[in-house]
């Protein structure tokens, strides 16, 4: 069993990074170096594997003129010796940002990576602007082109050029300097292409009206379209505010989540501490065809750091409970996406099979609720009447009287006939024929739900009728549906929403959507315990079959499923990551209880996945074998666990 205290993070990808956005002595680098080291200790007391700082830090981007001055020249170089040997004890890397004048007589806007006592290298800005408030082309020059050779007496050997990669234990990371990032031909791009896993950018950026906003989505999305973690470091508000005003910004994105950001206008300064995941990082490179089949770019230089991820006994960052149901106001705009989109996917079928009828099994459980809905927003895309939906329940010898009634209710709520069917004598029939002399066994289960697929698909023939399938992707991850039987549909709208979002669409469409009538009915359903109904029920005629009580909680299997598809988790990370985000709610030995059935239901029931009916997908995670997830019927969990 695992705890926090017994975990090193790092040993699971984490790598932990630091920005800074100091108090400023503007114009001396020496006081510079000395605040840098400063923080750059507590920072690495901390855990931080590499502390950036913002452009120009070590003298102020603001000082103009006085950066062709040969004594702040001087100064500079003094300061980075310095810096370099006040923290040589430091298991982590800085990176400051300062002017460097080339042996051509070139003066470029640089960043230093500085670890164990040495210069590890410079990278020059590219992107020079002198536009509006910014004239840098004054005194720099470009470093595009810039590939320099440094002896330097104190500092040693290293280049400053602009394609450099340089180590950070098993990750590793390039820089960008402020304006990079944001011109169409952006540098970070070709980092990210010839492997660095965490790009850096040193700024200094002005606070004006909304630019704040501009500059995170920015971040955000650079992270994302470059399948990396950005690190950014804007200058703050102890800058010259002669005509400009800096605030100080720090922002961390990791493939196009945003992992945190500062407070601005702190006069003291201010840091951001986050933990970036590389191995998450790697994984969705690799799964992405497009950033795998991009051309790579040539002529880069690796840099040894010598710095390796320190250990990390708990992170900064943390995973929701259902990462599937998005938090506060973005769940009714993405409810309404959802519900769009599994609705055009069935009213397209409808014209496709030119069906004049849907067909429904309604049980009065979630995902027959939730197919509903869906059905009468296709309908009404198409023109068509809701009476073109056919509802048939299906009570049988697991059928409660609170779901049987809920069918009716729903019924009624939509003004729409209800068709029932009993099953008890075709199943009794059935198996009698079978000369099936046990019980209530899998047998028994296995003949409803085929009993009730088989009536579905005979009736929507006598109408012409599509039948719409139920089934969710909780329940396809772990195969929990009978092959053959609710396992089949002539269009599955639920085949890529989890449980735990089926109740949250639900409770949606009754907040928004429904009348008094209907909205009661649908809390009625929200609030029926999860079953298939296939046993008898108690003899007080409560549901007998409860499937969180024999499968596990549907909000841990949700968990894992994400993690596992888009994140390719191993499954002690999944373990302990549920521990962190569960703690509380359940113990570490019913986590580990309920991962091992997931994995071992998961995988071998993929051959019900393989032969899965179309359906729409809805998010990042599908099961379709036509899309998302194909692997062989034949695997099983310990052939696929990875070590740490």
């Known amino acids: 069993m695992s705890t926090d205290e017994e975990t090193d993070f790092s040993d699971f990808g984490y790598v932990r990074l630091a920005a800074v956005s100091p108090r400023l002595a ?26 950036l700082f913002p452009e120009l830090s070590l003298t102020g981007y603001s000082c ?33 940002g300062a002017p460097w004048l080339l042996a051509d007589g070139r003066l470029v806007n640089c960043a230093f990576v500085i670890a164990r006592g040495e210069v590890r290298g410079g990278v020059p800005k590219q992107a020079i602007p002198s536009s509006a408030e910014f004239y840098e082309q004054r005194w720099f020059a470009s470093g595009e082109d810039v590939d320099a050779r440094i002896t330097h007496p104190v500092l040693g050997r290293f280049s400053i050029a602009p394609r450099q990669i340089f180590s950070l234990g098993p990750t590793a990371f390039a820089i960008e300097v402020c304006e990079d990032l944001w011109i169409a031909d952006a540098p970070g791009n070709r980092h990210a292409l010839a492997g660095a896993e965490i790009i850096l950018n ?36 102890t800058e010259s505010s002669k005509d400009l005003v800096f605030g100080g910004h720090l922002i961390a994105a990791e ?32 799964r992405n065809a497009t950033f795998a089949g991009a051309r790579r770019p040539h002529g880069y230089a690796h840099i040894d750091t010598d710095i390796h991820a320190q250990p990390l006994a708990d992170i900064h960052r943390s995973y929701a409970r259902t990462p599937f149901v998005p938090d506060g106001d973005d769940l009714g705009e993405r409810a309404e996406e959802i519900l769009s989109i599994q609705a055009t996917g069935l009213a397209r079928r409808i014209m496709a099979a030119n069906s004049k009828r849907l067909v429904l099994g309604v049980s009065g459980g979630l995902d027959s609720t939730l197919a509903l809905l869906v059905c009468l927003r296709a309908l009404d895309m198409n023109e068509r009447p809701h009476t073109d939906l056919v509802l048939i329940s299906m009570p049988g010898p697991g059928t409660s009287a609170r779901t049987q009634d809920s069918v009716a209710l729903i019924a009624g709520a939509l003004a729409l006939d209800l068709i029932e069917i009993p099953i008890h004598a075709a199943v009794s029939a059935h198996l009698e024929n079978l000369g099936h002399e046990q019980d209530e066994d899998l047998v028994f289960e296995n003949a409803q739900a085929r009993e009730r697929t088989q009536i579905l698909f005979d009736y929507a023939g006598k109408v012409d009728g599509l039948v719409v399938g139920t089934g969710d992707l909780s329940e396809l991850a772990l195969g929990w549906c009978t092959f053959n039987a609710d396992h089949m549909a002539s269009y599955a709208v639920n085949a890529s929403v989890p449980k735990t979002l089926v109740k949250h669409l639900i409770q949606y469409y009754a907040e928004r959507h429904a009348d008094a009538a209907l ?20 003899e007080d005629g409560s549901v007998g079959q409860l499937t969180e009580e024999i499968i596990g909680p549907y909000e841990l299997h949700d968990f894992f499923l994400f993690h596992l598809m888009r994140s390719g988790f191993s499954e002690q990370k999944t373990r302990i990551l549920a521990e962190r985000s569960f703690a509380g709610a359940y113990a570490p030995e019913e986590i580990a209880r309920w991962l091992a059935l997931f994995r071992q239901r998961f995988f071998s029931q993929q051959y019900k996945r393989t032969t899965l009916p179309p359906g729409p997908k ?27």
């Open 26 to 51: 503007l114009g001396d680098a020496h006081a510079n170096a000395r605040i840098h080291a400063r923080l750059a200790r507590t920072l690495a007391d901390a855990g931080a594997s590499l502390v």
């Open 519 to 538: 909205k009661d009915v649908l809390q009625r359903v929200i609030s029926t315990p999860i079953s298939p109904e296939l046993t008898s029920p108690k």
């Open 202 to 237: 040193l700024s200094a950026s002005p606070e004006l009206v909304a630019k704040c906003s501009y500059r995170r989505d920015l971040v955000r999305m650079a992270s994302a379209s470059r399948i990396c973690g950005l690190l950014y470091a804007s200058s703050g508000p």
């Open 618 to 644: 809805v998010g990042s995670v599908s099961l379709s074998p036509r899309g998302d997830w194909r692997m062989p019927d034949e695997v099983r969990p310990r052939a696929t666990e990875t070590s740490t």
């Open 255 to 286: 493939n196009g989540l945003m992992l945190g950001e500062s407070e601005r206008f702190m006069l003291e300064g201010t840091h951001l501490m986050v933990d970036f995941d590389w191995q998450a990082l790697r994984h969705d490179r690799a």
């Open 64 to 96: 103009e003129d006085l950066f062709m001055q040969r004594e702040l020249q001087e100064s500079v170089e003094a300061a980075i010796a310095r810096l370099a040997s006040d923290t040589a004890e430091l298991s982590c890397a800085l990176v400051a």
